[in-house]
């Protein structure tokens, strides 16, 4: 599933790009704090975890979480 079935299948409103990009970008920031490693392959892990299809699940309010949970929840690979 892309991006744009998300959201054509959204119960919800669906946030703004700009809401989504500060929720991304406060996950790779603290991605790259917590391990060390460069902003841009931060992203691409970010991207490509399982966080980032829980982050665009617009039936959910996964994105409206607080940051240190969502990157919580990317770190241990668990949501609670």
């Known amino acids: 599933d892309g991006i744009f ?9 669906v946030p703004t790009h700009w809401e989504i990009g500060k929720v991304y ?3 790779i920031l603290g ?5 060390g490693i460069n902003v841009i392959d931060a992203l691409f892990e970010a991207y490509n975890s399982y966080i980032s299809e829980k982050i665009d699940d617009y039936n959910s309010s996964f994105y409206y979480e607080a940051p240190a949970n969502i990157l919580n929840a990317y770190l241990t690979g668990s949501i609670e």
């Open 5 to 13: 079935d998300n959201i054509s299948e959204a119960k919800y409103t």
């Open 25 to 27: 970008k406060r996950l």
């Open 31 to 35: 991605i790259s704090k917590e391990k």
